[in-house]
């Protein structure tokens, strides 16, 4: 590995998935330049670095870009071992720790953006598979500080960022977080104290006013 | 590690769990394979996979592993003395990753939509299905595998596919030899490897349970 790694990350502040990487990042104490893309006018950078998905966050180590916010996040835990292990090494709790971020992957953010982005019957079922989903999240977080155990890993990594989106859910979906799932409040408050999260999640306004300026462009407003 | 207990749930036409019998084949592991009845899952797949219900289920000594490229880097990292499926690179795991992950997000919701729709819907389905693959073509390049001279993790996840191209090609009234030959003749390269001819089914077969899956949905 070569002294003066280059670390580039092509990036979006409201992007869970941009955010994921941005922990990691923090996580490893690592330096590197945030470009935030316009998703409306996206960089000829982007277009040339992830031109399968044209889609952030990519992470881009000298010169070699890296896309798909888990895949960068296994790339960067390995490259970068020597500190904050984010997999577990017994392959067995490799294979959990994928599963619930997979979980978080399929669920989370489509029915979230459902229930954001709709009106409705539709938004009414997203509102209740999205409770549905937490319910299953708090389960399986069960009594543990956070998911991997005793200490912060992959799976608080893939879903902290949605924290940043919880007051959207609350005030479109009409439910409140803290009362019906307190434990994940709980796990949530307990990951924002570290540095490298409350540093790289965006604001939960911000959030809220990025998703009505999405809704008003759908009509769904 | 000793191949105390492994069990895989699995249903013959999948193409995921195809991807977890050609590792375990890879590998050299014994294993018993259960078949499951999807209309009639088994209380074991529902102890096992909670969350989805779904097959494939990997379980090794009592311990379920589900979701197909989970079960497949599982296999890689638990048996690791043999066939390495996932490159040793960090950038090389992340680019096979990647692809994986394509040919999760394309080639198989692209592929339904071939058999069970019509009209502009299968025409715009079918554009883009050649769109993937040719982009996996290019992918692949001049190498004999994805993995490079051997067989590796993204040949592991994408043949399987190969058994059902036959269905697509009859369904959607089109070729895809004629327009990815060299995708067909990597397929055909990874079919001589036994551990994907023993964990693939014949095309045919996959036509006729697709015909019968058209019915039972109801789909013309």
Redesign the interface.
Known sequence: MAEADQLLLLDLLPSPFAARVRIALAEKGLNYESREEDLSNKSPLLLKMNP?HKQIPVLI?NG?P???SM??V??ID??WNHKSPLLPSD??R??HA??WA??IDKKIYPIGRMLWASKGEVKEASKKDLIECFK?LEGELGDKPYFGGESFGYIDLALIPFYSFFYTFETLGNFSVVVEFPKLMDWAQRCLLKESVSKSLCDQRNVYEAVLEIRKKLGAE | MANAEVVLLDFWPSPFGMRVRIALAEKGIKYEYKEEDLQNKSALLLQMNP?HKKIPVLI?NG?P???SL??V??ID??WKDKAPLLPSD??L??QA??WA??VDKKIYALGRKIWATKGEEQEAAKKEFIESLK?MEGKLGEKPYFGGESFGYVDVVLVPFYSWFYAYEVFGNFSIEAECPKLIQWAKRCSEKESVLKSLPDHKKVHGFVLELKKRLGIE
């Open positions: 399968v180590h070699r890296i896309c798909e895949v960068i296994q790339y390995q490259v392959p067995y490799r294979a994928r599963f997979d979980y299953i | 969350v090794h311990k592993v589900a979701e989970i079960a880097q599982y990292e638990a960090p950038y795991r992340a990753k990647f992950d394509f982009l």
